[in-house]
């Protein structure tokens, strides 16, 4: 009933950027928290970055001052602009969304399928 869709991964060379988009689409009444996290190979699914519906950021330390995640909440939209990449920034970066689909029924946490980013040394 609601879908996530991440676009903007790709190959990068290390010190480059690159800006990961995560539309959510369906039945939504109000998204509450979205967010980023990333599964490098062999290494269990790690929390990169979330926004709450008012702004409010957290970010993990690995990516602090590096990468900065914002939201369109008119788009239903998370992005997340990863500058000053390294080799071990690389994984399947996922986006998630917090969607209440009612008034009265408690939020859901929903996962796109994932974009690959590549940052090569």
């Known amino acids: 009933q609601v879908q996530l869709v991440e676009s903007g991964g790709g190959l990068v060379q290390a010190g480059g950027s690159l800006r990961l988009s995560c539309a959510a689409s369906g039945r939504i009444f109000r998204i509450n928290a979205m967010g980023w996290y990333r599964q490098a190979p062999g290494k269990q699914r790690g929390l990169v970055a979330t926004i709450t519906s008012d702004g409010s950021t957290n970010y993990a330390d690995s990516v602090k001052g590096r990468f900065t995640i914002s939201r369109d909440n008119a788009k239903n939209t998370v992005y997340l602009q990863m500058s000053s990449l390294k080799p071990e920034d690389t994984g399947v970066y996922y986006c998630?969304?917090?969607?209440?689909?009612?008034?009265?029924?408690?939020?859901?946490?929903?996962w796109g399928r994932g974009t690959q980013v590549t940052v090569s040394g």
């Open positions: 998630y969304a917090d969607v209440m689909m009612d008034s009265l029924t408690p939020s859901i946490k929903y």
